[in-house]
């Protein structure tokens, strides 16, 4: 039961702590059956801190929030493979595995660049 989330912008976060109180807290507490002690919930970020938009301090919080609820936070850390049961990283010019059936992708996404060719406000008939 590892939950990786890649990205740690707002709605990283977000889903890092919504994943962490449900693996550690409410299915703990309303699955009996259900084995959570092995559960990890780990939060990749490419950049140097989560919540890059916001001042420090916010992040800061967002950070101390997330280590409360048991979240490994991995900064500096990007993307090299995503396979089906495992996600490798590189963090400090060294590169690890993951192992893990559940990926969540929060990375900032833009769209491609045709796509601002398009009217804002396209009138459909």
Known sequence: MNFVLVGGGP?????????????????????????????????????YRVLPPYPRTLS??????LDKL??????????T??????????????DHLIPTHTLLWAVECRPLPWVTCLPE???WN
């Not at 048991?70 to 993307?79: D, H, K, N, R, S």
Request: with cysteine; net charge neutral.
């Open 121 to 123: 406000k396209p009138e």
């Open 11 to 47: 709605t990283g976060v977000e889903l890092a702590g919504a994943l962490a109180e449900l693996a550690y807290f409410t299915l703990r507490d309303d699955c009996r059956n259900i084995d959570t002690s092995h559960a990890t919930v780990t939060l990749l970020e490419l950049g």
């Open 81 to 94: 493979h995503v396979g089906a049961n495992s996600i490798s990283y590189r963090k400090n010019d060294n």
């Open 70 to 79: 048991g979240v490994t936070i991995l900064t500096g850390a990007g993307v």
């Open 60 to 65: 800061k919080k967002g950070q101390r929030a």
